[in-house]
């Protein structure tokens, strides 16, 4: 555990004031109030869980960069904020959180009785439509589904977008060549995306897609898998989360009156709902594709996070 910074507590303290006031006595929206300047706001510090995560690395102390990686995706993860897209963004950001936190929390972000993705960005739909065929076998399309995966992974997107999609692919082909392949495009151009600093010093995509595989594949064919060979991919840390070494820890503990964040890291994930916004607006500037489209009903899904915090 480290302290949390004194500039950064003194700018939660002004912030929880502020929340105070505007809540006027309601304790659940005083609570909504903070969790999400938290969210949005630079809690944790990047920098210094970047410091944090290099001294971690060099040492290869790996319940300590697992603990890191958990502090940073976690928080992603457990607050939603309006985007206007379906459930398809969280596919790239559920696969790093894999390989720091129980595998099955992903059936929470991805439930079996979600739809196909369709709504967003070409690299985010494909994965997810992918990673759905994925865990749920039989349920929808396969076919189709790869069909219009191939088709981007052919097209002339940017090298890493293909891979990663390319990566479920090759698990939903049973097809350890090609994972092996594109793993190692992951980590090839993983430092040259436009992340943060933290992202950058470890490809935990290429963790996650591995973890994600370990438990998708069978033992034949996820032995037939090369490990990546990069700076960004550390095969001890791998090596160490599939023993299922998982710590679920923040390197922070959040001491009164904000011990309500270590709640939001303590509880599951909230589990993804979906809603059609513009269904039955009858205004003349949305489009019939609009009221159709399906988006994440992130007030929902925060509604899950107060209930879980408000009920301790």
């Given at each position: 555990?480290?302290?949390?910074?004194?500039?950064?507590?003194?700018?939660?303290?002004?912030?929880?004031?502020?929340?105070?006031?505007?809540?006027?006595?309601?304790?659940?929206?005083?609570?909504?109030?903070?969790?999400?300047?938290?969210?949005?706001?630079?809690?944790?510090?990047?920098?210094?869980l970047l410091d944090k995560l290099k001294a971690a690395t060099k040492?290869?102390?790996?319940?300590?960069?697992?603990?890191?990686?958990?502090?940073?995706?976690?928080?992603?993860?457990?607050?939603?904020?309006?985007?206007?897209?379906?459930?398809?963004?969280?596919?790239?950001?559920?696969?790093?959180?894999?390989?720091?936190?129980?595998?099955?929390?992903?059936?929470?972000?991805?439930?079996?009785?979600?739809?196909?993705?369709?709504?967003?960005?070409?690299?985010?739909?494909?994965?997810?439509?992918?990673?759905?065929?994925?865990?749920?076998?039989?349920?929808?399309?396969?076919?189709?589904?790869?069909?219009?995966?191939?088709?981007?992974?052919?097209?002339?997107?940017?090298?890493?977008?293909?891979?990663?999609?390319?990566?479920?692919?090759?698990?939903?082909?049973?097809?350890?060549?090609?994972?092996?392949?594109?793993?190692?495009?992951?980590?090839?151009?993983?430092?040259?995306?436009?992340?943060?600093?933290?992202?950058?010093?470890?490809?935990?995509?290429?963790?996650?897609?591995?973890?994600?595989?370990?438990?998708?594949?069978?033992?034949?064919?996820?032995?037939?898998?090369?490990?990546?060979?990069?700076?960004?991919?550390?095969?001890?840390?791998?090596?160490?989360?599939?023993?299922?070494?998982?710590?679920r820890k923040s390197i922070y503990d959040y001491k009164a009156p904000?011990?309500?964040?270590?709640?939001?890291?303590?509880?599951?994930?909230?589990?993804?709902?979906?809603?059609?916004?513009?269904?039955?607006?009858?205004?003349?500037?949305?489009?019939?594709?609009?009221?159709?489209?399906?988006?994440?009903?992130?007030?929902?899904?925060?509604?899950q996070v107060l209930d879980y915090v408000m009920g301790k």
């Open positions: 555990m480290i302290e949390l910074e004194k500039e950064h507590l003194e700018k939660l303290n002004q912030w929880r004031q502020a929340a105070l006031e505007k809540a006027c006595g309601d304790i659940r929206e005083y609570h909504r109030l903070l969790i999400n300047i938290w969210h949005v706001g630079y809690y944790p510090d990047k920098e210094v040492e290869k102390d790996y319940a300590l960069m697992q603990q890191i990686f958990f502090t940073y995706n976690k928080r992603e993860l457990s607050w939603q904020l309006s985007s206007g897209y379906d459930h398809c963004y969280l596919v790239y950001r559920v696969i790093p959180y894999l390989c720091c936190a129980d595998y099955d929390e992903i059936y929470r972000a991805f439930p079996k009785d979600l739809r196909l993705s369709d709504n967003g960005l070409s690299m985010f739909v494909n994965a997810t439509a992918l990673l759905q065929c994925i865990m749920y076998k039989g349920k929808y399309d396969e076919q189709k589904v790869i069909a219009k995966a191939e088709k981007y992974v052919a097209s002339k997107q940017p090298i890493w977008y293909r891979a990663y999609v390319a990566c479920f692919l090759a698990i939903l082909k049973e097809d350890a060549e090609m994972l092996s392949e594109k793993l190692q495009v992951l980590c090839d151009y993983h430092s040259r995306q436009d992340i943060l600093g933290f992202m950058k010093l470890h490809c935990q995509y290429a963790y996650g897609i591995l973890v994600f595989a370990k438990h998708n594949l069978t033992e034949e064919c996820f032995k037939k898998i090369k490990l990546p060979k990069h700076k960004t991919f550390d095969p001890g840390y791998m090596e160490w989360v599939f023993v299922g070494q998982f710590v904000f011990e309500v964040f270590n709640l939001v890291y303590e509880m599951p994930l909230p589990t993804t709902v979906l809603y059609q916004p513009y269904l039955n607006n009858d205004r003349a500037q949305v489009s019939p594709q609009a009221k159709k489209s399906y988006h994440m009903d992130w007030e929902t899904m925060d509604a």
